[in-house]
């Protein structure tokens, strides 16, 4: 389905099992081969390799009902083209929808490939264990497959928004790292002892202070401006 494609477009780029039911009278193998190819196109704005985006497809078919589109006359090309489950004119309950998907898509263990989306526009590479340590909180948590099955029923990114802001609260070298290019960017040099000073300042304020940091705009200026009058020896006065 298509909707993943649009989580790559969010501000700071973020997001696109159960098996398929085996009492199914309909072959749901072609609605899940159309989603997979859907996820792995080049254009698709994910990094879902073969294994995750199989999960992920089989978790979308079974959360439809291969019967239930079948008996719609949704066709598995219609089925993968579909922006989220609105879409799909079909007769689906959406609170069942949000509960299926939300256990099945957190056995696929999106965290990597999605925080890979999420940090390509950071303005550094992050380190392996800075990576490792917002894969592993994704992956640990509920809060990317609650998002993910929101944003496919509703249409609304923020529950994935969320998932990775709750992230960088348990990674504050992340948003340390973040914050110090920001103001390296402004053009003042930030030294080591400096960005070890932004970091811990991120890691006291905690998620409020992510909050701000995400949001961008005035809300993250405000931020930097805050943390640089704290850090300012460090800074160079």
Excluded: H, W
């Excluded at 689906?92 to 696929?108: I, K, P, T, V």
């Excluded at 490792?132 to 609650?146: A, K, Q, R, W």
């Excluded at 998932?163 to 053009?187: K, Y």
Aim: proline share 3%.
């Amino acid at each position: 389905m298509r909707r993943a494609r649009s989580l790559a477009a969010l501000a700071v780029p973020l997001f696109a099992v159960a098996a398929c039911s085996s009492d199914s009278s309909v072959d749901a193998a072609p609605y899940v081969e159309a989603v997979q190819a859907d996820l792995e196109a080049d254009d698709s704005g994910l990094s879902l390799d073969g294994d995750s985006a199989r999960c992920v497809a089989e978790a979308l078919v079974d959360a439809a009902d291969a019967d239930r589109l079948d008996e719609a006359d949704v066709t598995p090309e219609d089925f993968a083209a579909a922006e989220s489950f609105g879409d799909v004119d079909a007769d689906l309950d959406d609170e069942q929808l949000r509960d299926d998907l939300d256990g099945s898509l957190g056995a696929c263990q999106l965290g990597a490939p999605l925080t890979e989306v999420f940090v390509a526009e950071f303005p550094f590479e992050l380190t392996d264990d800075d990576m490792g340590c917002v894969v592993s909180s994704l992956d640990d948590g509920d809060e990317l497959s609650i998002g993910l099955a929101r944003s496919l029923v509703d249409g609304d990114d923020a529950g994935i928004q969320e998932a990775f802001s709750t992230s960088l609260v348990d990674c504050p070298s992340v948003t340390g790292n973040l914050l110090a290019a920001s103001i390296s960017a402004a053009g003042v040099p930030v030294s080591d002892e400096a960005k070890s000073c932004i970091t811990a300042q991120m890691e006291a304020k905690g998620e409020a202070a992510v909050d701000q940091l995400v949001t961008g705009g005035a809300d993250a200026q405000e931020l930097g401006q805050d943390i640089g009058q704290a850090c300012l020896s460090e800074l160079g006065g």
